[in-house]
């Protein structure tokens, strides 16, 4: 089926670094959505993307729906402990479709 | 945002005994409702499409016999595991989409962790 592919996989930095990951496709998608996870819970929506080239902020994250409508980027700023955890990328290809489709998630680590 | 319960958190049962999870869009109505499966360290795999009246539209793999899905009202949808084996055992997610915001939002419930024994 179709993928979006995730990177970074996984990330260690340091308590107060800035944070940067992105998700890319072979196709052109509708919307874009980013959902962080936490141990052992469902995934919880941090931003939602409708428009190509939109850039949308929710306090330190900030995410970006890339022109081509093929890409999207993540960024989370001053990063603090209980930003660990994994986010995914999700999006839908064809408009009003109803099934997202995920990337593989990047496993975010804070050392203190 | 929108609120999706899921019940029970966490389920142990004996092979070969059958499971229900519940999932509840506590504030909205919920006209389309997924399931979903996760293996450790994975992402999300959709094993089901559950609109409200109608029948689930199972993704490919999914055995529609053994995982059944009812989403009776706008506000309601179950899973139940049939004939569970120790292979079922994995997190279990259900996620809704509420249609007054955003067509592509889906918010999810706190999972469900079964295991079979």
């Known amino acids: 089926g179709q993928q979006l592919n995730q990177s970074p996989q996984s990330m260690f930095i340091q308590e107060g670094e800035d944070v940067s990951m992105n998700c890319t496709s072979s196709?052109?998608?509708?919307?874009w959505l980013w959902y962080k996870q936490d141990p052992g819970e469902g995934p919880v929506l941090l931003i939602a993307?409708?428009?190509?080239?939109e850039l949308t902020s929710n306090g330190r994250l900030t995410a970006q729906f890339g022109i081509t409508r093929k890409d999207s980027f993540l960024n989370i700023s001053a990063s603090i402990p209980s930003d660990v955890g994994i986010y995914f990328c999700?999006?839908?290809?064809?408009?009003?479709?109803?099934?997202?489709?995920f990337g593989q998630g990047t496993r975010l680590t804070i050392n203190p | 945002g929108a609120v999706v319960s899921q019940h029970p958190s966490r389920v142990i049962c004996k092979s070969g005994t059958s499971v229900k999870i519940e999932c509840r869009s506590l504030d909205f109505q919920a006209t389309t409702m997924f399931w979903y499966r996760q293996f450790p360290k994975q992402s999300l795999m959709l094993m089901a499409t559950?609109?409200?009246?109608?029948?689930?539209?199972?993704e490919q793999g999914v055995e529609k016999d053994k995982f059944l899905i009812n989403h009776a009202s706008l506000t309601l949808s179950t899973l139940t595991v049939t004939s569970a084996h120790p292979e079922d055992s994995s997190f279990y997610i259900c996620?809704?989409?509420?249609?007054?915001?955003?067509?592509?939002?889906?918010?999810f419930g706190q999972g469900t962790r079964l295991t079979v024994v």
């Open positions: 196709s052109i998608f509708n919307t």
């Open positions: 993307l409708y428009k190509a080239g």
């Open positions: 996620s809704a989409r509420d249609r007054r915001v955003g067509y592509a939002e889906a918010f």
């Open positions: 999700a999006g839908t290809l064809i408009q009003g479709a109803q099934k997202l489709v």
């Open positions: 559950s609109n409200e009246g109608s029948k689930a539209t199972y």
